[in-house]
């Protein structure tokens, strides 16, 4: 039995907490609330802040773990270079989880030097450096904290008149001390992608089938599987996926988003982790969710192989108020309907678009896509977070 240590129990974590249980492994989450999602499943559970090294290394002294799994941004991460030296086991590894959760690294190595396709880009560390990045790279265009997650102080600028109050909205919305931003021109593309890819420890990389997503606010609204695509294209993507992952070493599973544009396919982000568009794998869209995977790579256990078994979608369930005691209306609406399921991820507190629950959509493989996304979309809708 595996002693695993979650940095960061959120939604996803407690999905990974689900699956960890349901083989016998043991859980400690580790978040800076009470009562954080994989908290309530897990088998210990810890509230301190993850940007405080010592704190983490008190976990680290506390509990031991065979693994160390970090589920968010706001981690002191250059801390898991040291566990790693004194033999401990960080997922996928110190250099990816270092790598990928700052935006500027993650980047640098996808496009100086692997050569990969990115959007054209430039940092900035105040309003006045913002004003000449905008200027380099052309407006319209993105800009995002080099430290954040599910599109928080991620804005876009079209005038002048935008930069200074997207650089405001970027420091607010910034997770952990780093002030600096990217700034993204805008890709004119088709349509985005994100590419679960599954790195083993003993196995070829697999891949699942893509994920088509739609966004507001920077933060996913729908996801839906598979998306329709070209072969050729997606097999550019793959071998993109490949390159990358292979460059920062480690195993589990592994979130990486693509722009497809008439010029070809642009390389965006990546997360070390299960990705929060893959919840519509838990319509069981696949023969193993994107949970169970992490955590079969993260043991070593051998994935022959990842088989789509029914078309799905996922949409958000978000909160439209500040509430210490969340309820919720409309769930029987979406219980009595077919080919559909839910999730609650129990947040103790909900604030506006805070992300509260998904409702999954489903159908045969010979299904509609286009129609399994409308139904996910209007029973999403359906329910309403209100205050307790």
């Not at 210990?44 to 993850?50: A, L, R, W």
């Not at 799994?69 to 991460?77: D, F, H």
């Not at 905008?134 to 599910?150: D, F, Q, R, T």
């Not at 010029?263 to 193993?288: C, I």
Request: hydrophobic share 40%; aromatic share 8%.
């Amino acid at each position: 039995m595996a002693k695993i240590l979650l940095f960061g129990s959120g939604e996803l974590g407690k999905e990974f907490t689900i699956a960890a249980k349901r083989i016998g492994q043991t859980v400690i989450a580790v978040d800076s609330y009470p009562n954080a999602p994989a908290a309530q499943l897990a088998d210990f559970s810890e509230v301190i802040n993850m940007l405080d090294g010592n704190a983490m290394d008190a976990m680290i002294e506390k509990y031991k773990p065979d693994y160390i799994v970090p589920e968010i941004e706001a981690i002191r991460t250059e801390r898991f270079y040291e566990y790693e030296k004194q033999g401990y086991t960080v997922i996928p590894s110190a250099r990816a989880a270092n790598f990928t959760m700052n935006r500027k690294a993650i980047r640098d190595l996808a496009s100086k030097e692997l050569g990969l396709k990115t959007p054209e880009y430039r940092y900035a560390t105040s309003a006045e450096s913002l004003k000449k990045a905008v200027e380099e790279v052309g407006m319209p265009c993105v800009v995002k904290p080099l430290m954040s997650s599910s599109g928080k102080g991620q804005s876009s600028i079209k005038t002048a008149a935008d930069i200074e109050k997207a650089w405001n909205y970027s420091q607010a919305g910034s997770r952990g001390d780093v002030a600096e931003v990217i700034v993204e021109a805008f890709v004119n593309f088709n349509y985005e992608i994100t590419l679960l890819t599954v790195t083993q420890r003993n196995g070829k990389t697999l891949f699942c089938p893509p994920i088509g997503h739609r966004q507001e606010r920077g933060d996913y609204m729908e996801s839906w599987q598979p998306a329709p695509m070209e072969s050729a294209i997606l097999k550019k993507a793959q071998q993109m996926a490949e390159k990358v992952t292979t460059a920062l070493t480690g195993f589990g599973i592994w979130g990486v988003e693509f722009f497809m544009a008439d010029d070809g396919v642009y390389f965006s982000e990546l997360s070390p982790r299960p990705h929060d568009t893959g919840m519509v794998t838990l319509a069981k869209t696949q023969n193993f969710n994107e949970f169970e995977l992490h955590l079969r790579a993260i043991l070593g256990l051998p994935i022959p192989e990842i088989t789509q078994e029914r078309i799905g979608c996922s949409a958000v369930i978000l909160a439209s108020e500040n509430s210490e005691n969340p309820t919720y209306e409309g769930l029987e609406i979406v219980a009595a309907s077919s080919k559909t399921d839910f999730r609650i991820f129990g947040k103790p507190a909900s604030r506006p678009y805070r992300r509260m629950g998904v409702v999954l959509t489903y159908d045969n493989l010979d299904g509609n896509i286009l129609e399994v996304i409308e139904r996910a979309k209007n029973l999403a809708s359906e329910v309403k977070v209100i205050s307790g």
